[in-house]
């Protein structure tokens, strides 16, 4: 097959993360060893910066430059929350086509995956050849077809050894402690909190995934029977726990409810929810220390918190989107496939069947209503890599000799 000639471009959309600029450096350096690939643009601030022709030109950045820039977290050409609409994203094909770019590249999760839709379909329908590939990404690790999401495994992690800290710290001072994690309407990050656990009464000791509908009541009791048994308490919840009316439980709590651009409820960094459990459990329980934390934007792209092997899928995503452009010239999203007892092949998904729609944890990866299985843990593991370790001080009582 004849080679497609042209220039490539690659923006980010949605929340950076802590490996993204790995598949950004990756899709780049692969790249060079394309002479049909003329040139390689990156967009400034996403499909925003696209439409408004703000282009950096990635070919002439060292090599050295761009390694160093794969080990930082964060979007390195900037990112974007507009969501674009048909209008929209024939602009985005225009701009292509006036700079006679022939390969664009978006990073990015499901909304990512519609924008190269329909810019697929404007090409098509104009009869110009441009190769479109999404290249995948999330921390709520939420796209559908793919086995997990590059991204996800170093957010997880940072969610382990945080919570591995709240342990240490709530076993020191007992109370009762409540840690709110990103995902709206997948559980996979909260649920991740699992791996904090060494000894039987480690917390996190309740999990809540919005796969399950949370009850206030049901909250309480399991509180109030895991602090007889322990004396402490450490929840880990998600954001976008649902109630019995699958409802955000942060609407039922807030008079006036924030919404992002999306028109979706503000999630993210808000603490109501942390503080509103919290309060339940003064009021109702009685137990005078209660704390409760937002990890917020803390998960996404917190430095020297990157898991091997997510940076080293992130950047085979990156340059497989390069390769299966150049090579077969093809459009989709680049999915792993988990092989074996841990191994991973990468596929080329038609971007229909990734676009628009998440997908949630299974059940067989949630135990009752408030705790995740063993099947979770041996999926996850792999993804988090290398995980601190710590200890309990083993040595035997005293004998008291003044006895009240």
Known sequence: MEKLTGKAIIAMGGGPTAVINESLVGAVLQARQYPNITQFYGAFRGVEGLVNEEFVNLTEATRHNLEMVALTPGAGIRSTRVKPDEEFCKRIFDVCKAHGVHYFFYIGGNDSAETCRIVNKFAMEAGYELRVTHIPKTIDNDLRVTDHCPGYGSAAKFVAQAFMGVNLDNRSLPGVYIGVVMGRHAGFLTAASVFARKYHDDGPHLIYVPEKAFDSEEFLASVD??????????????????????????????????????????????????????????????????????????????????????????????????????????????????????????????????????????????????????????????LLGELPVYERIQAPKVNKILKP
């Open 225 to 382: 029977a895991t602090y007889a048994e322990f004396g402490r308490v450490v929840v880990a919840v998600s954001e976008g726990i649902i109630n019995t009316s699958g409802l955000p439980v942060i609407t039922g709590l807030m008079k006036e409810v924030e919404k992002d651009a999306h028109g979706n409820v503000q999630l993210s960094g808000n603490t109501s929810l942390g503080d509103a459990l919290a309060d339940l459990v003064k009021k109702r329980l009685k137990i005078k220390r209660v704390r409760s934390d937002t990890f917020g934007y803390l998960q996404r792209s917190f430095l020297g918190c990157v898991s091997t092997i997510d940076a080293h899928e992130a950047r085979e995503v990156g340059e497989r989107a390069v390769q299966i452009a150049a090579w077969h010239r093809t459009d989709g999203s680049i999915t792993i496939e988990r092989v074996g007892d841990y191994g991973v092949r990468y596929n080329l998904t038609p971007l229909e069947q990734v676009a628009k729609e998440t997908k949630s944890m299974p059940d067989s990866f949630i135990r009752g209503v408030n705790n995740v299985t063993d099947e979770f843990k041996m999926y996850a593991r792999p």
